[in-house]
């Protein structure tokens, strides 16, 4: 086919398309553009453009996408199956009439129309054949070499707060190879506004100068929406393209993190908290976002959509969700409702350990890059950002208050860019197993105020049931005195002190009313036992004195042991009291032991003592009822603090039951 | 159906109040307003007695021929008050009780938020999300 000027025969349409010299200058150029590098133009394989070219470029028209079928449809591209000449020239017609206003059909191209537009196709002389080979994913080619410098510059701010965006331009760059110059622009065009700031005051300005980037009308408005939103991100644009593979996947979505963002927040995760494995507490992180100058409930929100286990604690990944919210909020976009799938701390455990596969390409970024540029370039953009016009609502001086405040920590970041990468490995798989130990009961704060509250009702402790142990000690002692005081009374002889035998009692602390009275039988007693004791030894009956001894010993345990448990109950106000039980049992037991002795024994020294006792029985009757008397009152005593003492058990296991019950009931509790 | 639900704090001014229909909002106002009487009431009752799970929700506070008031107290005296639409009658005491426990753990939740001051008004989205659940879901 002839792609002569008139000749525009559309395949079999028949259609004869008048086209203007410019129009035929612009399409042949178009044409050539979207053809492969070496066009043959007119030789006898029909030369075609490429499909994926011409799609990008019709895309860049901006027409609706069922626009651009018609007009492929209608071109007749689709009915002979590629894009001849004829075919694109049609579709460039097409397409004219379209961004006119002009319905798509054939007729409407006969007429006389402007070029059609191409969002990024400003200027002809952009058209750069030659460089077309020269782009790659990398590297690009731009008029003003300085341009292209501040372009790498610019992508190496990836330490500033930046968000991913790159929405209007993403279509067109996705292939990054492609050769076609027309890719380039937007990306130049990206370049002029945000370097607006950048090299001139104003972008527009900037863009005037640009002479090569002739920019029209309605494309500086579709920009000029949007570059109030990338002020000071495009680069992140740029770095979007320059990791084709990290994130050309993802070209539309601002709530991906890039890892340049990544690594900014993980900084100043460490600023804030050294330890990436721990928590920001709440107070730390609303002192640190607070600093951002949102006003207050946009970041109640905001921290309501990325604390997701709503333990007023921020990890790592809802840390940089909180700050990517922020940036996000501060670059005008409007906060969701429920947290982006990106932001999820789950995904963004996964999403650390991509560094992995793009660290080379940091490794090349950081090492093709001077550190004084980017020092330069960063108190550059502080100013710049300074001057920027302010498009949006926000406050752009907080942004440079923080781009200040953040110069310091990223230009010292910079530093060691290099040394990134691999402690980005390090980091993130740090991180990723610091989420999967997190397991924060939900209930944390439901129980350190709850119990404490139940603790301080249920705070009287109640009383500490009586040691027993002073009966014990007391017996042992007592008895151990008594014997080893009998010992020194008494002649020291082979007496065995281990039984507890019955020792005589301190008789002298005797109570008053039976002193007298027990004094003699006492002493009796005493002597009695004293002379038992020496008879035993004059008769030296070992024997006998055991057994009266183990007899004694039996009875006095067994007397022993209910004073004891008396004792144990009673403790401190029956001291006196036991002393007097004691006395009494004691003589009992003195009473019991002299008629055991007088019982077991057979020794004529305990005969003597009979008589004595006969006359001491009526006394000791009166003793004994006195004695059971007493022990009557400490029964009662003792039954009404033990009554007391059981009431208090079981308030205490009432107590203990309600804040077992509590406790369950404050575990986490599944919500219905 | 829950018509209205309200978070008193402990100084006894309403932190939250929402209503469903909303006409007669003042109405349900004054409703929680004087349900507050019976809610002190029962709490002075508990004295010193100890407030667990059990003693947290204070049950039926009192009837009207249009609809019931519930109450809830939590431990830091912060109560919520929900008002019952009379007509309902499969709502259950437990249900009535889940409902308040979900109330509680969101309230925790907008505690748990630093930017919330205590005693602020309840501006958190995921609060109302959940009371307009609960609204609609009683319904």
């Given at each position: 086919?002839d792609?002569?000027?008139?000749?525009?025969?559309?395949?079999?349409?028949?259609?004869?398309l008048?086209?203007?010299?410019?129009?035929?200058?612009?399409?042949?150029?178009?044409?050539?553009?979207?053809?492969?590098?070496a066009?043959?133009?007119?030789?006898?394989?029909?030369?075609?453009?490429?499909?994926?070219?011409?799609?990008?470029?019709?895309?860049?028209?901006?027409?609706p996408?069922?626009?651009?079928?018609?007009?492929?449809?209608?071109?007749?591209a689709?009915?002979?199956?590629?894009?001849?000449?004829?075919?694109?020239?049609?579709?460039?017609?097409?397409?004219?009439?379209?961004?006119?206003?002009?319905?798509?059909?054939?007729?409407s191209?006969?007429?006389?129309?402007p070029?059609p537009?191409?969002m990024?196709?400003?200027?002809?002389?952009?058209?750069?054949?030659?460089?077309?080979?020269?782009?790659?994913?990398?590297?690009?080619?731009?008029?003003h070499?300085?341009?292209?410098?501040?372009?790498?510059?610019?992508?190496d701010?990836?330490?500033?707060?930046?968000?991913?965006?790159?929405?209007?331009?993403?279509?067109?760059c996705?292939p990054?190879?492609?050769?076609?110059?027309?890719?380039?622009?937007?990306?130049?065009?990206?370049?002029?506004?945000?370097?607006?700031?950048?090299e001139?005051?104003?972008?527009?300005?900037?863009?005037?100068?640009?002479?090569?980037?002739?920019?029209?009308?309605?494309?500086?408005?579709?920009?000029?929406?949007?570059?109030?939103?990338?002020?000071?991100?495009?680069?992140?644009?740029?770095?979007?393209?320059?990791?084709p593979?990290?994130?050309?996947?993802?070209p539309?979505?601002?709530?991906?993190?890039?890892?340049?963002?990544?690594?900014?927040?993980?900084?100043?995760?460490?600023?804030l908290?050294?330890?990436?494995?721990?928590?920001?507490?709440g107070?730390?992180a609303?002192?640190?976002?607070t600093?951002s100058?949102?006003?207050?409930?946009?970041?109640?929100?905001?921290?309501e959509?990325?604390?997701?286990?709503?333990?007023?604690?921020?990890?790592?990944?809802e840390?940089?969700?909180a700050?990517?919210?922020?940036?996000?909020?501060?670059?005008?976009?409007?906060?969701p409702?429920?947290?982006?799938?990106?932001?999820?701390p789950?995904?963004?455990q996964?999403?650390?350990f991509?560094?992995k596969?793009?660290?080379?390409?940091?490794?090349?970024?950081?090492?093709?890059?001077?550190?004084?540029?980017?020092?330069?370039?960063?108190?550059?953009?502080e100013?710049?950002?300074?001057?920027?016009?302010?498009?949006?609502?926000?406050?752009?001086d907080?942004?440079?208050?923080?781009?200040?405040?953040?110069?310091?920590?990223?230009?010292?970041?910079?530093?060691?860019?290099d040394?990134?990468?691999?402690?980005?490995l390090?980091?993130?798989?740090?991180?990723?197993?610091?989420?999967t130990?997190?397991?924060?009961?939900?209930?944390?704060?439901?129980?350190?105020?709850?119990?404490?509250?139940a603790?301080?009702?249920?705070e009287?402790?109640?009383?500490?049931?009586?040691?027993?142990?002073?009966s014990h000690?007391?017996?042992?002692?007592?008895?151990l005195?008594k014997?080893f005081?009998?010992?020194t009374?008494?002649?020291?002889?082979?007496?065995?002190?281990?039984p507890?035998?019955?020792?005589?009692?301190?008789?002298?602390?005797?109570q008053?009313?039976?002193?007298?009275?027990?004094?003699?039988?006492?002493?009796?007693?005493?002597?009695?036992?004293?002379?038992?004791?020496?008879?035993?030894?004059?008769?030296?009956?070992?024997?006998?004195?055991?057994?009266?001894?183990?007899?004694?010993?039996?009875?006095?345990t067994?007397?022993?042991?209910?004073?004891?448990?008396?004792?144990?109950?009673?403790?401190?106000?029956?001291k006196?009291i036991?002393?007097k039980?004691?006395?009494?049992?004691?003589?009992l037991?003195?009473?019991?032991?002299?008629p055991?002795?007088?019982?077991?024994?057979?020794?004529?020294?305990?005969k003597?003592?009979?008589?004595?006792?006969?006359?001491?029985?009526?006394?000791?009757?009166?003793?004994?009822?006195?004695?059971?008397?007493?022990?009557k009152?400490?029964?009662?005593?003792?039954?009404?603090l033990?009554s007391?003492?059981?009431?208090?058990?079981?308030?205490?296991h009432?107590e203990?039951?309600?804040?077992?019950?509590?406790?369950?009931?404050?575990?986490?509790v599944t919500?219905? | 159906?829950?018509?209205c639900?309200?978070?008193?704090?402990?100084?006894?001014?309403?932190?939250?109040?929402?209503?469903?229909?909303t006409?007669?909002e003042?109405?349900?106002?004054y409703?929680?307003?004087?349900?507050?009487?019976?809610?002190?009431?029962?709490?002075?009752?508990?004295?010193?007695?100890?407030?667990?799970?059990?003693?947290?929700y204070?049950?039926?506070l009192?009837?009207?021929?249009?609809?019931?008031v519930?109450?809830?107290?939590?431990?830091?005296?912060?109560?919520?008050?929900?008002?019952?639409?009379?007509?309902n009658?499969?709502?259950?005491?437990?249900?009535?009780?889940?409902?308040?426990?979900?109330?509680?753990?969101?309230?925790?939740?907008?505690?748990?938020?630093?930017?919330?001051?205590?005693?602020?008004?309840?501006?958190?989205?995921?609060?109302?999300?959940?009371?307009?659940?609960?609204?609609?879901?009683?319904c």
């Open positions: 086919m792609p002569g000027p008139g000749g525009a025969a559309a395949g079999g349409a028949g259609l004869l008048p086209l203007s010299d410019t129009e035929q200058q612009r399409y042949s150029e178009l044409f050539s553009l979207c053809c492969s590098p066009p043959e133009g007119g030789s006898a394989p029909a030369p075609a453009a490429g499909g994926s070219k011409v799609g990008d470029l019709f895309r860049a028209s901006q027409l996408a069922d626009t651009l079928h018609q007009i492929t449809e209608l071109c007749g689709k009915r002979v199956g590629y894009f001849g000449p004829a075919q694109f020239y049609v579709a460039l017609k097409l397409i004219a009439a379209a961004q006119s206003g002009l319905p798509v059909r054939i007729e191209i006969k007429s006389e129309l070029l537009r191409f990024a196709l400003k200027n002809d002389i952009e058209m750069r054949y030659g460089n077309v080979a020269e782009i790659h994913g990398v590297k690009f080619q731009l008029p070499p300085t341009l292209e410098k501040n372009s790498f510059k610019r992508s701010e990836g330490d500033k707060k930046q968000e991913t965006k790159s929405p209007p331009m993403s279509p067109m996705s990054p190879a492609s050769p076609s110059n027309y890719q380039r622009i937007p990306l130049s065009y990206g370049y002029g506004k945000s370097r607006s700031g950048l001139q005051p104003h972008g527009v300005s900037y863009e005037a100068r640009h002479s090569t980037h002739q920019q029209d009308g309605p494309a500086t408005g579709n920009y000029g929406s949007k570059s109030a939103l990338v002020h000071s991100s495009l680069s992140r644009s740029l770095s979007v393209e320059r990791e593979q990290d994130s050309s996947n993802y539309d979505d601002p709530w991906r993190i890039t890892e340049e963002q990544r690594e900014y927040y993980i900084n100043q995760f460490k600023s908290q050294p330890d990436l494995n721990s928590f920001i507490s107070s730390v609303k002192n640190f976002f600093k100058k949102l006003p207050i409930p946009e970041l109640s929100h905001i921290w959509l990325s604390d997701v286990d709503c333990d007023g604690a921020l990890t790592l990944p840390f940089c969700a700050f990517h919210l922020i940036v996000a909020r501060k670059n005008g976009y409007p906060l409702d429920t947290l982006p799938e990106t932001l999820l789950d995904y963004l996964q999403a650390s991509k560094p596969r793009d660290c080379t390409l940091l490794d090349s970024y950081s090492e093709s890059l001077p550190v004084s540029q980017q020092t330069r370039d960063f108190n550059r953009t100013t710049s950002v300074e001057e920027m016009p302010d498009k949006s609502a926000l406050t752009q907080a942004n440079s208050d923080d781009n200040q405040a953040l110069n310091i920590s990223t230009t010292a970041k910079t530093i060691p860019k040394f990134k990468p691999s402690q980005h390090s980091v993130k798989t740090v991180v990723q197993e610091s989420n130990l997190k397991a924060r009961p939900r209930s944390r704060s439901y129980s350190s105020t709850s119990i404490e509250d603790m301080k009702k249920g009287e402790p109640p009383m500490p049931p009586p040691r027993p142990q002073k000690s007391r017996a042992s002692s007592l008895d005195n014997i005081q009998q010992n009374q008494a002649v020291k002889s082979g007496w065995l002190p281990p507890p035998a019955l020792p005589p009692r301190p008789f002298v602390s005797q008053g009313p039976h002193h007298v009275t027990n004094t003699e039988p006492v002493a009796q007693a005493k002597s009695s036992y004293v002379e038992f004791r020496l008879k035993e030894q004059t008769e030296q009956v070992s024997e006998m004195e055991l057994h009266p001894q183990m007899n004694r010993a039996p009875s006095q067994e007397e022993s042991s209910p004073t004891r448990k008396e004792i144990l109950l009673t403790q401190p106000p029956s006196p036991r002393r039980f004691r006395s009494e049992n004691q003589m037991e003195n009473q019991e032991l002299t055991t002795s007088s019982v077991t024994s057979s020794l004529p020294a305990v003597p003592h009979l008589p004595a006792q006969n006359r001491q029985s009526s006394k000791q009757k009166r003793a004994i009822q006195t004695a059971i008397r007493k022990n009152e400490a029964n009662a005593v003792l039954a009404r033990n007391e003492l059981q009431q208090q058990l079981k308030e205490v009432k203990r039951i309600a804040l077992e019950t509590q406790l369950e009931q404050l575990r986490p919500v219905l | 159906m829950a018509v639900i309200a978070v008193i704090a402990k100084e006894n001014y309403p932190l939250y109040i929402r209503s469903i229909p006409e007669n003042l109405k349900f106002h409703t929680v307003h004087t349900s507050l009487d019976v809610v002190d009431e029962k709490i002075s009752a508990m004295g010193k007695a100890l407030v667990d799970q059990r003693e947290l204070l049950g039926l009192y009837p009207t021929e249009d609809y019931k519930y109450g809830y107290v939590t431990n830091s005296k912060v109560k919520f008050v929900m008002v019952v639409d009379s007509s009658t499969a709502l259950r005491d437990n249900e009535i009780r889940s409902m308040f426990r979900k109330l509680h753990n969101s309230y925790t939740d907008v505690m748990c938020n630093p930017f919330y001051n205590p005693g602020d008004c309840i501006h958190s989205r995921a609060f109302d999300n959940m009371v307009t659940s609960m609204m609609m879901q009683v």
